[in-house]
């Protein structure tokens, strides 16, 4: 089934997407005025493919693109032949659902990009927006990375730029975009707010990644059983609007100068 939703084609201020993991933080984010939907779950874990019900709600609901993040379990993203097969049909599920496109990525054992596998999951995509998520961050050579995500079809990469934050790999970030080839899309994320979302768009960033999210509280007997994590967070309208309202003075002010 082909998308039901139209391919985001971009605001003069660069775009916000923001990575949520249940109801409440999709509508949050949407009213408090996202570009774009990142939709996962457990965002406590770095975020987890998102539950059928789940995409089909966002893309019935969302009047911005939602792109479904395609990632089966925690941990590293050296993945064996079976959860290839269920990330082709968690992809397969997002396609049909109606989403503007997938994130993704696979690693070899060293790190590199697995492109047999990124193949095997770009043709399940097609023809679905895709963005390769930060596994990119952990090759050993980002460039050549960058050149094999591009070969591959990729639209955009989301990178910190190798960095534990994207602030830490803000030089990175800025070669990288000046590097990547036209067709490529460089977007920044890991630990952007919007204490720090200014400078790093002086790397000549036009898309952010954010979760603007905030420590959430479990309630009674949520926490004594195990149902919560104590890292579990809860997407903050404020801080969208925050992060929105910053890109939109950026633009502003690059306006002004032009």
Sequence with gaps: MPSKQRAFEGPTAPLLEVCVDNVSGLQSAIKAGADRIELCSSLATGGLTPSQGFMSFAAQTSPIPVFALIRPRAGDFLFAEQEITLMQRDIETAREAGLAGVVIGASLSDGRLDIEALKALMLAAKPLDVTLHRAFDIVPDLYEAMEQAASLGIKRILTSGGASSASKGQEVLQELIGKAPKE???????????????????????????SCSSPKKALGKINELGFALPSDRQTDPEKVKAMKAALMAYSSGQGTRR
């Design 184 to 210: 490529l899309i460089i977007m920044p994320g890991g630990g952007i707010n919007p204490d720090n979302v200014l400078s790093l768009l002086q790397t000549g960033a036009k898309e952010i990644h954010a």
